[in-house]
């Protein structure tokens, strides 16, 4: 660095002014942490941000309708729906120059299965009308041979559907995932019987927070035990505790199938040692119990995993100070032991309550009708019916509940109690 006076600027060997070349200094240490972080930065946005974009667009999205009938869905902006007569003719003659078009490029029947998820009947209808578009007189009228093609294409309800539908955008998913519809009336909850999802949200919800409570109970002795012994027992005890890691979860949960069976290991060894009759078997298959139990102990390894690495930073010297003080062991655990276990706690009540309100595998196998969770839903429209939008509105609805519950616990007990050791 040069020699200065009083007044003058400082710089650098090299003639630069010291406060530029700091900055220089900055910049390339900002960018040279960029590159090192990138990687792990661009699989993150690939792996985790960019699929939660897409569900969530999904969860709006309904571009089908106005791609499909283009035509028709401009014509249908000037029908008065409040009428209570069907679209005019030049509606009919759009809907068949879109038809035409569209079973060419057989895109058909792809929207009238989006339009059966609202109404019932509509894939069917459009099936049919695709058999028949290619001999209509192309000189109409088209009002009669598409009543001809089928009743359907007289009656209120289906053009409501194509209007109501016809927009790039819809809450129609999310409506469904609240147990709604929209009616001529307006928004209006669906009949007793058809609703589901909102019983499947509450239980979902429910059952995770039964099984973290589980996992808590039976989780908490464990670490306490393996934090207390001598290294060599307490590692020998956690290679039990990993063991489940290194079996199939398939696997885990078909064994709980045959041991929580009526006819299954449990129940038998129940019967021979005359705790229950033979003829009142307990059932705990098929049933919430056995959603609990199996995803209890699925899970139970990651309650144990934060307890441990907290409690063992705990210095046993606390708890005897207490002793020495005249405190008995109840009051120097719970005064002293448990609090600086919280951490712990809240590390794998989040770790646990997390994984086990998106599982769908285990409560597939052995919960039955009334233990699946809302996960087993969104697979079930993923996989089988194929109604990906709904899907994704269920699972919007799923990711906004968890950070909900995760807010209020940040609130309550506070992220920065949570620690893994």
């Known amino acids: 660095m040069s020699d200065t006076t009083a007044g003058e600027v400082l710089t650098t060997k090299d003639g630069q002014p010291l406060k530029v070349a700091l900055a220089k200094a900055l910049r390339r240490e900002k960018l040279r942490s960029l590159a090192l972080i990138a990687p792990l930065l661009i699989f993150v946005l690939l792996t985790f941000v960019a699929p939660i974009v897409d569900m969530l667009f999904r969860s709006v999205e309904n571009s089908i309708v106005e791609e499909t009938l283009p035509r028709t869905v401009v014509a249908l902006r000037e029908w008065d729906a409040d009428s209570g007569q069907v679209p005019d003719e030049a509606v009919y003659a759009a809907l068949y120059a879109d038809l035409a078009v569209a079973v060419e490029e057989k895109t058909h029947t792809r929207l009238g299965s989006r339009l059966n998820y609202e109404e019932g009947g509509m894939s069917s209808l459009f099936r049919k009308t695709g058999r028949r578009i290619k001999r209509m007189d192309e000189a109409g009228p088209f009002k009669e041979q598409f009543l001809e093609a089928d009743r359907k294409w007289g009656e209120l309800a289906t053009w409501?559907?194509?209007?109501?539908?016809?927009?790039?955008?819809?809450?129609?998913?999310?409506?469904?995932?609240?147990?709604?519809?929209?009616?001529?009336?307006?928004?209006?909850?669906?009949?007793?019987?058809?609703?589901?999802?909102?019983?499947?949200?509450?239980?979902?919800?429910?059952?995770?927070?039964?099984?973290?409570?589980?996992?808590?109970?039976?989780?908490?002795?464990?670490?306490?035990?393996?934090?207390?012994?001598?290294?060599?027992?307490?590692?020998?005890?956690?290679?039990?505790?990993?063991?489940?890691?290194?079996?199939s979860l398939l696997v885990r949960t078909s064994a709980w199938k045959v041991l929580l069976q009526q006819q299954g290991v449990i129940n038998d060894f129940l019967v021979w040692i005359g705790l229950i009759s033979d003829a009142n078997r307990l059932v705990m298959i098929n049933n919430q119990t056995g959603t609990i139990i199996a995803m209890t102990h699925i899970l139970l390894p990651f309650m144990i995993l934060p307890l441990y690495s907290v409690m063992k930073t705990i210095s046993p010297t606390y708890v005897r100070a207490a002793k020495s003080l005249g405190a008995n062991d109840w009051t120097a655990f719970w005064r002293v032991y448990f609090p600086q276990s919280v951490p712990g706690i809240g590390a794998g009540a989040v770790l646990v309550f997390i994984l086990s309100i998106g599982y769908y595998i285990t409560p597939e196998l052995v919960g039955g009708t009334s233990g699946i969770f809302i996960s087993n839903r969104i697979a079930y429209h993923i996989s089988s019916s194929l109604n990906w939008g709904l899907a994704a509105a269920l699972g919007t609805l799923l990711l906004v509940a968890v950070m909900v519950l995760f807010t209020v616990y940040d609130k309550i007990v506070g992220i920065d109690n949570v620690k893994l050791g």
């Not at 499947?200 to 589980?214: A, D």
């Open 160 to 247: 409501n559907v194509l209007r109501q539908f016809s927009p790039r955008f819809t809450d129609g998913y999310f409506l469904s995932a609240f147990d709604a519809q929209r009616t001529a009336d307006g928004i209006e909850m669906k009949p007793d019987n058809e609703r589901i999802y909102m019983l499947l949200f509450g239980r979902t919800l429910f059952l995770s927070i039964v099984i973290t409570v589980s996992c808590l109970v039976l989780g908490y002795p464990i670490a306490f035990l393996l934090a207390s012994l001598p290294l060599r027992s307490s590692n020998l005890l956690m290679i039990l505790v990993l063991l489940p890691f290194w079996t």
